[in-house]
């Protein structure tokens, strides 16, 4: 089955305390992304990754970092994560072909930041 | 001014009803558009592209207007299913992929 798989879905921490959101996908996609999804303000994109060790900013990259090592991984990395990161988040791929636009999206993060 | 806006809604149709919505965005070098629906608490899903001379996927139709800057969605034969909020896409490149923030729909029997 066709699949974005993010873990974990649901993740409460506290200021400053690094985490890793973990993103995979089985359908050889190219293109993979980050979005964070905040009532009244739609998704907003973090980063996204044409391919293997190629990597650009989204509109709202402050704060995060990513790393495309492997084709199918496409971690999120919060080093000192605050308050104003508390959001859904979503991450995406698609085949990377013709207009680039998230395809699949993965079932979602949850994260609060206290 | 956002860049893509849509009417929040909530539209509150009867089943059966047509209903449609619209999306207009403010940045003329825009190049492609998409509908996703996003169901409560769940990932968005793709729906449907928006092409220039307009498109039909079943009872659901897309219409581009390029000269006034928005995209539409009309959806025939509404059916509960449908309940859903839709959000409209516009890309102008990889980096540059805006979302609006949705326009909700519920389907009533």
């Known amino acids: 089955e066709a699949q974005v798989t993010q873990n974990p879905r649901y993740l409460i921490t506290v200021t400053g305390k690094k985490l890793t959101v973990t993103c995979s996908q089985n359908m050889n996609h190219e293109y993979m992304s980050w979005y964070r999804q905040d009532p009244g303000l739609g998704l907003r994109q973090i980063y996204y990754s044409m391919n293997v060790e190629v990597t650009d900013k989204g509109d709202v990259p402050e704060g995060y970092k990513v790393s495309r090592k492997e084709k199918r991984n496409f971690p999120l990395i919060l080093e000192s994560p605050s308050p104003n990161q508390t959001s859904l988040y979503f991450c995406?791929?698609?085949?990377?072909?013709?207009?680039?636009?998230?395809?699949?999206f993965g079932p979602g993060t949850r994260l609060t930041v206290t | 001014r956002k860049e893509v806006e849509q009417d929040p809604g909530p539209f509150n149709v009867p089943e059966g009803a047509t209903v449609a919505f619209n999306c207009t965005y403010s940045n003329s070098a825009s190049q492609s558009f998409f509908w996703y629906r996003q169901d409560c608490r769940k990932e968005p899903k793709l729906l449907m592209s928006v092409y220039s001379s307009g498109n039909e996927d079943g009872r659901f139709t897309a219409q581009l207007n390029r000269a006034s800057q928005y995209i539409s969605l009309l959806i025939r034969d509404s059916k509960l299913s449908d309940s859903a909020t839709y959000l409209c896409?516009?890309?102008?490149?990889?980096?540059?992929?805006?979302f609006g923030s949705g326009t909700r729909l519920s389907i009533r029997p």
């Open positions: 995406a791929s698609s085949l990377g072909q013709g207009p680039v636009v998230p395809q699949y």
């Open positions: 896409v516009v890309s102008r490149s990889a980096s540059k992929i805006i």
